[in-house]
C-alpha cells in the first residue's frame, strides 16, 4: 500500500481534493440553509429535510461541473502534451480520465437519490401542513393570505388543501425538471454497464447523448423557485426571533409583527454546468470539423482471424506512438464512432489501424470491404488522442503486454523503436522492450511482420518480473497493458510486489489503455 500512494501520490492527492470540496460544500450548504434566520419560517415546515436537500443539491451542480470535463478527449490530449515535461506520477491522473468519469456519475446517483428522498420528505410535509386545522406556526405559514402585488406573500408551493403530493410534483417546474431528468439519468447509468457497453454499443452510444436533456433540466429545475426564505427587508422589519411565537397577531394593526414575505431561491445550476458546457460544445465543434477533412485509403489488407487493416492519409494528420483514433463508416451508421489505436509508426508516411471482428458495426465494415466490386467505403476519421503509450519512451525498460487484439498498441511502438534504431536515434531512451503477446497464432506477428517466438497459454508473470528485476536491479521498468481486467489486476500486483522500496532499485510503474 505505502509503494502505490508514492507513486500515485498525485491521484491521491486529486481525490482527496474532490472529496474534500465535496464534503466542504454539503456542510456548507447544509448549515447555511439549517442554521440561517432567512429559512427560519422554512424550516418551521420542513425541517433538516430542507437542509439535506440544498446541501446535496449544491454537490450535485459541483460535480455535474465536473462530469463533462473527462470526456473533452481534445483538451486532456493538448494537456498531456504541454505536460511532456512533468514528472510521470504528475501525468498520471490523465490516464484515469474514464475512471473519473465514472466515480463522478456514481457520485452524481447517490446526491440524486439523497436530493429526491429530502425533497419527498418536504412535499409530504408540505401537504402535511397545508391540511393542518390547528393553531400551529407551520399552518400558519401554509395560510398566507395573498394579498401581496408581488406574490411574495407564499411559503408553501401547495396552496390548497385538495392538491396531492403527486400533482403538485407534475405541475411544477422543479418537479417536471426533476422527473425527467432523474429519468434520464437512470437511463444513461444503466445503459452504461460493461455488458450493454460491449454487447449493444449503440444503444449505449444514443442513451448516453441524454446528458442533454438532463443538464438542460439541472439548469430549469430551480427556476421555480419552490424553496422560499424570508426577504431581507421583512427580516428587518419582522425578525422570526422576534415574531415567530406571536404568529396568531400578525393581522393585528396594532401589532408590531406583519406577515412575513417570502422570495424563492435563485436558481444557480446553470452557473455551475455553464462553463464546462459550452467547453464540451467547441470540443464537439472541432472534432466534428476535424472529422470532415476527406480521408485517402491507400491500401486494404485482410489478414487471418478476421482481422482487416486499413493504411490511410489525411491531410494534416500527426500522430505519436500509442495514439488512437475514432472512425466513422456513414455507409453503415451515420452516427455511430468506434475507437481504434493506431498500429503504424509516426515515422512512417501514412497511418493504420486494425479492426478485429468483434460486433455488428465491426462485421458489416469487414464485409463492406471484403466485397471485390463494389466501391470502397467512405470513411471519417476524427483524432488522434493521446494515452497512456505516449510515455513509454520515457523508461529505460518498457514491458509491452497485449491480448488478442489488444497488441495493437503496441505495434505502433515496436515499428517506431525500429525507425530509431535504423535512424541511430540518440534521444532513444528506451533501451530495452519486451513484447508479450498472448495466444498468438502465428511465427511472425501479423502487425509488426517482426519474428517472434509463439508462447502458448499466459505467462509465469511472477518470473518475469523477477528475471527483469534481475536484468535491471537499478531501472525505471513501465509496464504497458492493453487487455482484459483480470490481467491488469495481476500485473499492477505483480508491479507493486516487484517494485523496491529503495527509489535507487528496480521501479515497476503500471500503465493501462483506457478508450
Known amino acids: 500500500m505505502g509503494k502505490w500512494v508514492i507513486n500515485h501520490w498525485f491521484s491521491v492527492l486529486f481525490l482527496a481534493v474532490w472529496m474534500g470540496l465535496n464534503v466542504f460544500l454539503f456542510v456548507n450548504a447544509f448549515l447555511k440553509f439549517e442554521k440561517s434566520d432567512k429559512y427560519y419560517y422554512t424550516r418551521e415546515i420542513l425541517g433538516t429535510a430542507l437542509a439535506v436537500a440544498r446541501a446535496s443539491a449544491r454537490c450535485l451542480n459541483f460535480n455535474s461541473m465536473l462530469i463533462l470535463v473527462p470526456v473533452c478527449r481534445n483538451l486532456l490530449s493538448f494537456v498531456r502534451g504541454t505536460c511532456s515535461f512533468c514528472s510521470r506520477t504528475l501525468r498520471k491522473p490523465l490516464d484515469s480520465n474514464l475512471a473519473f468519469h465514472k466515480l463522478v456519475a456514481y457520485v452524481i446517483c447517490v446526491l440524486t437519490a439523497v436530493h429526491i428522498i429530502a425533497h419527498l420528505f418536504n412535499f409530504e410535509r408540505y401537504s402535511r401542513s397545508q391540511q393542518s386545522t390547528d393553531v400551529s406556526l407551520a399552518s400558519a405559514l401554509s395560510h398566507l393570505p395573498d394579498h401581496e402585488k408581488e406574490g411574495s406573500s407564499w411559503l408553501n408551493p401547495i396552496r390548497s388543501p385538495n392538491t396531492t403530493v403527486l400533482y403538485a410534483t407534475f405541475t411544477s417546474i422543479a418537479g417536471l425538471t426533476g422527473v425527467i431528468g432523474t429519468l434520464a439519468l437512470i437511463l444513461m447509468v444503466t445503459s452504461a454497464v460493461e455488458f450493454i457497453r460491449r454487447n449493444y454499443f449503440e444503444l449505449f452510444w444514443f442513451t448516453h447523448h441524454l446528458f442533454i436533456i438532463y443538464m438542460l433540466c439541472l439548469v430549469l429545475h430551480g427556476i421555480g423557485g419552490i424553496v422560499r426564505g424570508q426577504m431581507e427587508e421583512s427580516l428587518n422589519e419582522s425578525h422570526p426571533h422576534k415574531c415567530a411565537q406571536s404568529f396568531e397577531t400578525w393581522d ?32 464537439r465543434i472541432l472534432r466534428f470539423c476535424r472529422s470532415q477533412q476527406r480521408v ?75 466485397q ?10 476524427d483524432g488522434p488522442f493521446g494515452t497512456v503509450s505516449e510515455d513509454v519512451f520515457q523508461y529505460e525498460v518498457a514491458v509491452l503486454v497485449g491480448a488478442g487484439i489488444g497488441v495493437t498498441p503496441f505495434a505502433s511502438i515496436l515499428k517506431s523503436v525500429w ?18 503477446a498472448l495466444n498468438f497464432d502465428k511465427a511472425t506477428d501479423i502487425l509488426t511482420g517482426l519474428k517472434q517466438k509463439t508462447s502458448y497459454g499466459r505467462p509465469m508473470w511472477d518470473n518475469e518480473f ?10 525505471v521498468v513501465g509496464v504497458f497493458l492493453c487487455g482484459p481486467r483480470t490481467l491488469a489486476e495481476s500485473l499492477r500486483k505483480c508491479c507493486h510486489r516487484h517494485s523496491s522500496l529503495d527509489p535507487r532499485k528496480v521501479q515497476f510503474y503500471f500503465n493501462k489503455e483506457n478508450f
Open 466 to 475: 523477477s528475471r527483469i528485476a534481475a536484468a535491471h536491479p537499478k531501472s
Open 372 to 381: 471485390q466490386h463494389s466501391p470502397i467505403p467512405r470513411i471519417q476519421v
Open 252 to 283: 393585528d394593526q396594532d401589532s408590531s409583527c406583519t406577515y412575513p414575505k417570502f422570495e424563492g431561491h435563485p436558481a444557480e445550476s446553470w452557473k455551475w454546468v455553464l462553463a464546462p458546457f459550452i467547453l464540451y460544445v467547441f470540443e
Open 296 to 370: 485517402e485509403i491507400t491500401k486494404v489488407v485482410m489478414h487471418p482471424s478476421k482481422v482487416l487493416e486499413l493504411q490511410m492519409n489525411k491531410r494534416g494528420f500527426s500522430m505519436e506512438v500509442g495514439q488512437y483514433i475514432f472512425v466513422k463508416c456513414p455507409s453503415i451508421s451515420l452516427l455511430e464512432w468506434h475507437p481504434f489505436t493506431l498500429t503504424s509508426a509516426p515515422e512512417e508516411d501514412f497511418f493504420s489501424i486494425h479492426i478485429r471482428a468483434a460486433g455488428d458495426w465491426t462485421e458489416n465494415l469487414i464485409r463492406a470491404f471484403e
Open 419 to 436: 525507425y530509431k534504431l535504423q535512424r541511430a536515434d540518440h534521444n532513444l531512451k528506451t533501451q530495452k522492450a519486451g513484447h508479450a
